[in-house]
């Protein structure tokens, strides 16, 4: 999961809030939380990170890239990501349709939106489709 991975390289504090429908429902997800507690431990804390996102970065990953950028742990290089920040469930009618519903959103630990948005990188490097057919070998987000 997110919280997992964003574990692995937080020492401490919020790495995921959650809000439901009415704002005064909020929920922290840190990485020391009990859930988390297995890990332990923090890899490679004094190693200095890059997350590298594009807009077809999302959800779970754009958790990820959010919690260690909004702490300082890593910046971000790329595109602005997809931003899916919502999450959501299937209500089955009676008819045999369904209905999506939005129960709530994560944010960044800053409180930064993410749903709509996405994850604004630190370094801007445009690359598209396009340009991935044309050198399918190069990727200017490594250069």
């Known amino acids: 999961s997110a919280l997992n991975v964003a574990s692995l390289f937080l020492r401490d504090g919020t790495i995921i809030l959650e809000r439901g429908r009415r704002s005064r429902t909020e929920i922290r997800y840190d990485s ?12 490679a804390p004094d190693v200095p990170m890059v997350v590298i996102l594009n807009q077809a970065s999302a959800s779970a990953s754009e958790l ?14 790329g595109t602005v990501s997809f931003g899916k920040g919502s999450i ?20 960044k630990p800053s409180g930064g939106v993410i749903d709509g948005i996405g ?22 987000q490594l250069s």
Not at 88 to 100: K, M, R
Not at 119 to 140: G, L, S
């Open 32 to 43: 020391n939380a009990a859930q988390l507690e297995a890990q332990g431990y923090t890899l």
């Open 119 to 140: 994850i604004i990188p630190d370094v801007f490097v445009p690359w598209t489709e396009e340009q991935q057919e044309a050198r399918p070998n190069y990727d200017p």
């Open 88 to 107: 959501q469930t299937w209500n089955t009618l009676s008819n045999g349709g369904g209905l999506i519903i939005t129960i709530a959103n994560f944010f």
């Open 64 to 77: 990820v890239a959010g919690a260690l950028q909004d702490r300082g742990r890593a910046k971000v290089v």
